[in-house]
């Protein structure tokens, strides 16, 4: 690991402007990496320099007007601990400066200044520095590692909470194989769940989870042991150790932060919050219960609302024996048959309805009967990937505050597939009609037939007689008629050939009926429409 280093500050302090000009003269300061950040002529104006700038080094006079050398030494070690001090004495203050090297100068030199142990100091200066540099580089470096593996550890074991069937783990386990530092006290899991009216991107959810465990961090910490969290979906979940005296002290903190999210949610886009906590424990092994129970907890917002800290377990109910789920499903079959749309809505509706009156009711229930009636629905149709369709319905429903967004999710996922139902069916309907009319336009100067057409088209005579009407607004006959009439009115517009070809060309063998069908489509014979438009 190198870091990228800046170039090192040097500041030079003495009365003699010739002496300053002199040593920012010798030195060739680039080939050092160094630069001259700044030039003070006098004590108390080094000690402000010194004080704004910040320089690595600090070339100075021992004695200057307006301060005492080791006055300023002292002073300046102060502002900038680091700060690496290089003296300039004339002979008589030698021993002067032996003494201020006591107080922290790293060298000396005498009067008059010589280039090669000028530079020589600040070689020595700058291996220093750089070394001291890269140490706390490296330092930071492995500080951010040590915290980004606890990091890791922390979700590690959030996942293995919620994903392990049974894990009872002990105080132990979680101080020395997750590096947690809880104590014997209270456990309790949390959710703090993110809900959206409307469409919001993963990335901004991360941004808002992030935002909550920041806050949930710096406000507990200073009241619990511990606090461990981690992320599913859209809620921040987790955990808190703390001694049995601040049991209320750690709700009231739960509760103000949910107040504090609730205030600033505007600043986020078209989001809700909702938190919930788990039963309290003094056994670690409980913590999954505790989490689970927070997990279950939070579902009752669809029931209760979002903006609220929910605490209780709800009450058994007596859902299943409503047998809510074969009745939408004894409304829907129906529905998707006939592809209606409006029995398919009408089956949520009465869905919704048949749930309220469901004594008890929990919110978890509530969502498990919508999941389950979507992939009742998905297995009633035509879906390619059902189990990715599933999927994504369900990470959609996850954004859901209330029971009434559950099941417009669900009449949206119906409504769009009795939609693509629809089209298709009227795709399959036209494609024959299509293919008849193809046909007869090929065809339409030989003796052809609806009987020939139909079966052209692989259907039944009588069907295809009706589904022909039915799409097209008349019969076969007349669309053929239609058709060699037209074929007719070109003919005799652009050539020159004799009415009684025609009459052959277009599909008559019988003169007199060709100009007899002529004449009642355009109110002229076929030799006068010649005259008049030929």
């Not at 301060?67 to 030494?73: A, M, P, R």
């Amino acid at each position: 690991m190198q870091g990228v280093m800046g170039m090192i500050k040097v500041m030079i302090a003495d009365d003699e402007e010739r002496i300053c000009q002199l040593i920012e003269a010798l030195i060739d300061w680039e080939s050092l990496h160094m630069e001259v950040a700044g030039i003070a002529h006098n004590g108390l104006e080094a000690c402000e320099m010194v004080k704004e700038i910040r320089p690595d080094i600090l070339i100075t006079d021992i004695r200057m007007p307006g301060c005492n050398g080791l006055d300023l030494i002292e002073d300046v070690k102060k502002s900038v601990e680091d700060l690496q001090i290089v003296i300039i004495s004339g002979y008589a203050q030698f021993s002067y400066a032996q003494t201020a090297i006591k107080f922290g100068v790293g060298d000396y030199l005498l009067k008059p200044i010589n280039k090669v142990e000028l530079t020589s100091t600040l070689q020595k200066f700058k291996e220093y520095i750089e070394e001291k540099n890269q140490r706390k580089e490296e330092q930071l470096w492995i500080q951010h590692k040590s915290e980004a593996d606890i990091r890791l550890f922390r979700v590690n074991l959030i996942n293995r909470l919620l994903e392990q069937k049974v894990w009872r783990p002990s105080v132990a386990v979680l101080q020395e194989e997750y590096y947690l530092h809880v104590q014997n006290g209270l456990f309790q899991g949390f959710v703090v769940k993110i809900d959206a009216t409307g469409e919001i991107s993963q990335a901004g959810i991360n941004i808002i989870l992030e935002k909550i465990r920041t806050l949930l961090e710096n406000s507990l910490k200073t009241h619990c042991a511990e606090i461990v969290t981690g992320t599913k979906a859209s809620g921040c979940i987790g955990f808190v150790n703390y001694a049995d005296t601040q049991a209320e002290e750690i709700r009231r903190i739960f509760r103000n932060c949910l107040n504090q999210l609730e205030s600033e949610k505007g600043i986020f886009g078209p989001v809700m919050f909702t938190a919930a906590l788990g039963s309290v424990t003094a056994d670690a092994g409980e913590l999954q219960e505790t989490v689970g129970q927070a997990l279950v907890i939070i579902e009752e917002r669809l029931l209760k609302g979002t903006g609220k800290l929910l605490e209780r377990m709800p009450a058994g109910s007596t859902v299943h024996e409503q047998n809510i789920l074969e009745k939408y499903l004894r409304q829907i079959v129906p529905a998707i048959e006939v592809r209606s749309a409006e029995e398919a809505a009408e089956a949520v509706k009465q869905m919704g309805r048949r749930m309220l009156e469901v004594k008890d009711l929990k919110g978890y229930e509530v969502r498990e009967l919508v999941y389950s009636a979507a992939g009742l629905f998905l297995s009633q149709v035509e879906v390619k990937n059902r189990a990715e369709e599933q999927k994504a319905f369900e990470e959609q429903c996850s954004l859901c505050g209330s029971m009434d967004q559950l099941m417009e999710r669900l009449a949206a996922l119906q409504n769009r597939y009795m939609e693509q139902m629809r089209l298709r069916q009227e795709a399959d309907t036209v494609r024959p009609i299509r293919m008849a009319k193809q046909y007869i336009q090929n065809h339409y100067s030989e003796p052809i037939t609806q009987e020939e057409v139909s079966s052209e088209v692989g259907l039944s005579a009588a069907y295809f007689s009706a589904l022909f009407k039915k799409v097209e607004g008349e019969g076969f006959a007349k669309y053929l008629i239609s058709v060699r009439m037209e074929q007719a009115r070109i003919l005799l517009r652009e050539t020159n050939t004799p009415v009684s070809k025609i009459c052959q060309q277009v599909g008559y063998n019988d003169l007199k009926h060709f100009t007899h069908t002529f004449e009642k489509a355009t109110g002229v014979k076929p030799s006068v429409y010649r005259k008049m438009y030929g």
